[in-house]
């Protein structure tokens, strides 16, 4: 049984980083097709006011607590979670443990020419690691029908998602039922842009100081208004903790 707590309406799970990656290595070598989304206080904030996103994330079979607010959130309502679980450092994770049994990698999202990229250097960084398809992330609705059938054909189990949030949420939850190998879909925005070398992650220390945040927004100051919505975030947690006290 899942152990999960309500914040702001969204189940997050109390996992840590290890615990959360045997579960993403059981649901690719399981039958049917699991989900994993990782919201961070920007994406649960946008389910706060979107009665369907919420509905999309909670459909989720593990959503991890991505970000250093949605931690702090859980802390604040006195149901923490055990760490931060980046949903990038999952991904590496999972790709590194399969590359030695072989279940096949569908990379799906970014701009044209970026998951071509990302999987060369993903070639080369995890030896072994057996990618069947790339898709880029600019599609019309029409077009859908079309990838669903090029993931299929590709024998794909562990099918990466990365159109951003809520559309690459929404774009699982949608087309899920149609997916007829893969064992594993998730969310996980920006990450064939690093991959690819397109963007840079934090420096280690940044990451470890949880202030990748801030090393975000020094690259691009331009983010600010997205920065904004933690302080947001973090003021309606606490009236929605003293709403139902």
């Not at 690259?219 to 904004?228: H, I, V, W």
Request: aromatic share 8%; glycine share 8%; with cysteine.
């Amino acid at each position: 049984m899942r152990d999960t707590i309500d914040i702001l309406g969204v189940k997050i799970d109390r996992i840590t980083s290890a615990y959360a990656l045997k579960k993403a290595e059981q649901m690719v070598r399981s039958d049917g097709v699991s989900t994993i989304f990782t919201p961070n206080p920007e994406i649960v904030m946008a389910a706060y006011e979107d009665a369907g996103f919420r509905e999309v994330l909670n459909s989720a079979d593990m959503c991890t607590p991505d970000g250093i607010g949605v931690v702090y959130a859980a802390k604040m309502l006195g149901t923490p979670v055990p760490e931060r679980v980046a949903g990038f450092d999952l991904v590496c994770g999972l790709l590194s443990n399969i590359r030695k049994t072989g279940e096949g990698v569908f990379l799906f999202g970014a701009k044209p020419g970026v998951a071509e990229a990302a999987a060369v250097k993903l070639l080369d960084e995890y030896v072994g690691l057996n990618i069947v398809g790339v898709h880029h992330g600019y599609f019309s609705d029409n077009e859908t029908d079309d990838i669903v059938k090029q993931i299929n054909e590709s024998g794909a189990k562990l099918l990466l998602v990365c159109l951003g949030a809520p559309k690459q949420e929404k774009w699982i939850f949608e087309n899920k039922s149609k997916l007829t190998n893969v064992s594993l879909c998730m969310g996980v925005g920006g990450a064939l842009d690093v991959f690819a070398g397109v963007a840079k992650r934090a420096p280690e220390l940044f990451i470890k100081c949880n202030l990748e945040w801030l090393y975000r927004f020094c690259k691009n100051p331009s983010r600010l208004g997205r920065f904004a919505t933690l302080p947001k975030f973090v003021m309606t947690v606490r009236k929605d903790k003293k709403k139902n006290k």
